[in-house]
């Protein structure tokens, strides 16, 4: 059974801080791994990292896959309040699923 | 979110009754799903579709039912309500396999679901 295991579970941070997401996976036939922000309602889409694109950056975040640890994290630099949601890890294994963990928490206090 | 719409927003309702939430999309995607989220569990799959009238389970699929009999429509019907099955609904869609496409799903606002 595919598992994916995010942690902490919540962060609270000040403005400007940097945070580390951190995502581990145990997945048969490993195909990709996705990071989301979720704030109120649907989850948005941020990065989707591959074998062959282990990095990703979008201004103050990024996002490292590392195949060998079956894990990756998600950086925040200069957090802001606007940061403030739940982040979401999943990989997609041979099939068109989506295996999600459980979110990290995260809230940015000005 | 934009091309997909899900309803209703709200609903209680009470034990043993049964009921059936709606997806609709606008963008002609191939696949859509259907998961709950619950606190500490993230998102877990419910049933998914991967064409009209070709659906499968996912990993909580028990006391949960599907239909599509047309592309834009994914619907999800609890046979007799549980509390357990109190949560968050959400509907996603994908054009193609998530690794073809740089996006993952897109997904609809959610269904809150309150059974007393």
């Given at each position: 059974e595919d598992k994916v295991v995010q942690s902490p579970l919540s962060l609270v941070v000040h403005e400007g801080d940097t945070v580390t997401l951190n995502c581990s996976y145990e997945v048969t036939n490993f195909r990709s791994l996705l990071?989301?922000?979720q704030e109120k309602k649907a989850p948005t889409f941020l990065f989707m990292l591959t074998s062959s694109g282990i990095e990703k950056k979008s201004g103050r975040l990024s996002s490292i896959l590392d195949k060998k640890e079956l894990s990756s994290i998600l950086n925040i630099t200069a957090t802001q309040t606007g940061d403030s949601a739940i982040y979401l890890c999943a990989v997609n294994n041979a099939g068109n699923m989506l295996t999600f963990g459980g979110g990290t928490r995260l809230m940015v206090k000005p | 979110d934009a091309g997909i719409t899900?309803?209703?927003r709200h609903k209680v309702t009470e034990t043993g009754t049964p009921v059936t939430l709606r997806c609709h999309?606008?963008?002609n995607h191939r696949y859509m799903y259907w998961y709950r989220q619950d606190p500490g569990h993230g998102l877990?799959?419910?049933h998914y579709s991967y064409g009209v009238k070709d659906t499968d389970k996912g990993e909580v699929s028990?006391?949960?039912s599907v239909s599509r009999s047309k592309t834009e429509?994914?619907?999800l019907t609890l046979e007799s309500a549980t509390s357990s099955q109190t949560s968050v609904y959400f509907c996603a869609i994908?054009?193609?396999k998530v690794t073809d496409i740089n996006y993952g799903y897109t997904f609809g606002s959610g269904t809150r679901?309150?059974?007393v």
């Open positions: 990071w989301y922000k | 899900q309803s209703p999309q606008t963008e877990r799959l419910i028990d006391g949960y429509d994914f619907l994908s054009e193609s679901l309150t059974v």
